[in-house]
């Protein structure tokens, strides 16, 4: 009886394992290192320098993707840390807030609306590694 049941439970271990199988995140191109490179909003792409004098202010805006599914995201001082998933194109970050960000062609683009950044029309970010 005792050796059915260990049977058993080793081939539900074995499902259960073989059902987690598949492409690791830390294979994904997202994970590294990403830095703002522009920013547009009311139709007009501006690059960090350009975007800072706007708002007057430090725009230092970075993320880093972590192969162990966690990111921190640093904007002007400020951190948020959380998880991230991956499913082409789209990166979900997920702390207290969920952003998600599109990756094609080698960059990551950041929409945000005039109701979460507060500026007039909404935000577009793009980084790059």
């Known amino acids: 009886m ?23 995140q830390a294979d994904s191109p997202v994970v590294g290192d990403w830095k703002l490179a522009t920013a547009e909003t009311m139709g007009v792409t501006m690059d960090v320098d350009e975007y800072a004098e706007l708002v007057g202010g430090d725009m230092s805006f970075d993320i880093s993707v972590k192969s162990d599914g966690t990111f921190e995201m640093a904007l002007a ?20 807030e969920t952003v998600t960000c599109e990756y094609k062609d080698d960059k990551l683009t950041m929409e945000l609306d005039e109701a979460t950044i507060g500026v007039e029309g909404g935000v577009t970010f793009v980084f790059e590694k």
């Open 2 to 24: 005792r050796k059915r049941v260990a049977v058993l439970l080793f081939a539900v271990m074995m499902m259960v394992l073989a059902g987690c199988g598949g492409k690791s």
């Open 77 to 96: 001082g400020e951190t948020a840390n959380g998880n991230w998933e991956y499913k082409e194109p789209t990166l979900t970050l997920k702390s207290d």
